[in-house]
């Protein structure tokens, strides 16, 4: 019989509402705070359940000051659910699978030499993969080599704490997931290069959603010469995609993206002859998601160095900037992120500058519109001596030290003052500028005392070279 109030007061059971709790906030952290998606079904799962354990805690907890009556035994999908919670509470982390974030039932060791539960790391292969989860190494085999010594721990560490591990610990098949539906594919692929507006639109739509949710779908894309054809069908017959339904564009410009995304696909989307064209245009009329997407599938495609150079040939970058212009919140990050990524081939850069990038950055950093990754952009375009003049003219020096006094972002400090360097190397009309500056606001001065490393090293190198001109004034 239980009394009132016994579970209410109990040390034992506060305790373990307090560890659920922890358990809770750091579950819910990870699936937030991922902005890449990462995590997985069962960390989904996971948090359902250490909520369902709460939930019942409480009500044992409230029951238990109402009633008197016996306590009813835990069902045996309940104590399943717990002993399967507690393995994942109370494990050491060299236990739980990198993936699943669940004690591990199978270890085994990828070629990268990272252990993971072999159900896990076989549905990552399976979806198109060949990295490492953890490292993103590329993985030259994808043998799976047991690793007897971390199994034979986690047996000892099971029986130590009481529990029948291999009889209790779940596993969601998914196989079935992860086995496509080859025929229902290929009916999609049929109604969305069709004549019929309403096929087009219901397979497309739901192109987009499995290619989004399926990474399996994602692969067999790549299995099929003629399904990205097929997919781009009803976008490619007219000259301007604003004759196009923009809900049937958005879909196909989105699931070009989603298939971008497997590594093994960048290269055939890329090589796919209407692919980039059919985005550059997707960049300049559409809905703005469709414009974001379009972005967002140039930066996944860019991955690759061949691609970079494809696309900058292509003339990508100019709707790009134009894009940036514009300034839309939502595709900011897309697009900065894909001018970013092309940049980092020379050819792109001299091609960036042409087409006016230096100026939509200054004018955009200026109005401290998007900082972060303007400056990280405008910083790598600092080694083209093009980019460099631009700045001067554009009255890019006042404005980085300004932003130095301003910020508290160290990174942006460091970027600033790293551009302003490069200004200080290549344009000797710059100097009585800083020098101005410097006397006024001493802000070189105060970097290169409390700066990073970096950033100290970058501004002492600007105060010796400003130093050095003065007294070259002075004696002549």
Request: proline residues 4%; aromatic residues 4%.
């Amino acid at each position: 019989m239980a009394k009132p109030g016994v579970l209410e007061s109990d040390p034992t059971v506060t305790a373990k509402a307090m560890e659920l709790k922890k358990e809770l906030q750091r579950l819910v952290k990870s699936i937030v705070e991922d902005e890449d998606h990462h995590y997985g079904i069962e960390t989904i799962d996971t948090t359902m359940e250490t909520l369902s354990l709460l939930k019942e805690l409480k009500l044992s907890k409230r029951s238990s000051t109402t009633t008197t009556t016996t306590t009813p035994a835990p069902s045996s999908s309940s104590l399943s659910l717990k002993l399967r919670h507690k393995t994942s509470l109370n494990c050491p982390e060299e236990f739980k699978c990198p993936l699943s974030k669940q004690l591990m039932r199978d270890p085994v060791i990828v070629a990268s030499g990272q252990t993971y539960d072999r159900t896990f790391i076989q549905k990552w292969l399976k979806a198109g993969n060949r990295t490492c989860p953890r490292t993103r190494q590329v993985l030259s085999h994808t043998v799976l080599t047991p690793n007897y010594l971390i199994s034979e721990m986690i047996e000892q560490w099971c029986r130590s704490q009481g529990i029948e591990f291999s009889n209790h610990v779940h596993y969601i098949n998914e196989e079935a997931i992860l086995e496509p539906d080859h025929g229902h594919f290929l009916s999609l692929l049929e109604k969305v290069s069709s004549s019929a507006l309403s096929e087009q639109k219901a397979s497309a739509k739901e192109l987009r959603i499995l290619t989004k949710k399926m990474p399996s779908f994602r692969v067999f894309f790549g299995e099929f010469p003629e399904a990205i054809p097929k997919l781009l069908k009803p976008i490619c017959g007219s000259h301007s995609l604003g004759n196009i339904h923009p809900d049937l564009q958005e879909d196909v410009i989105t699931t070009i993206l989603n298939i971008s995304i497997h590594d093994n696909n960048k290269k055939l989307v890329a090589d796919t002859p209407m692919v980039i064209p059919l985005l550059m245009r997707a960049l300049r009329s559409g809905t703005i998601a469709t414009r974001s997407n379009a972005a967002a599938a140039l930066f996944t495609l860019s991955a690759l160095d061949s691609n970079k150079e494809l696309i900058g040939k292509s003339g990508a970058l100019k709707p790009l900037i134009d894009l940036l212009e514009e300034g839309h919140p939502l595709a900011m990050k897309d697009v900065a992120s894909a001018i970013f990524t092309l940049c980092v081939l020379q050819e792109n850069k001299a091609r960036a500058v042409k087409d006016g990038m230096v100026k939509v950055i200054v004018k955009k950093i200026v109005d401290r519109v998007y900082v972060d990754e303007l400056l990280a952009i405008l910083a790598l375009l600092s080694s083209h001596q093009k980019a460099i003049q631009d700045m001067g003219e554009l009255g890019a020096v006042p404005s980085l030290l300004s932003l130095i006094r301003e910020t508290t972002c160290e990174r942006n400090k460091e970027n600033c003052i790293a551009i302003l360097q490069t200004i200080c190397l290549f344009d000797r009309t710059r100097l009585k500028e800083m020098k101005e500056e410097e006397n006024r606001h001493r802000t070189i001065s105060e970097l290169a005392q409390n700066g990073t490393s970096r950033a100290k090293r970058k501004a002492a190198g600007i105060l010796e070279r400003l130093n050095r001109v003065v007294n070259i004034t002075h004696t002549a």
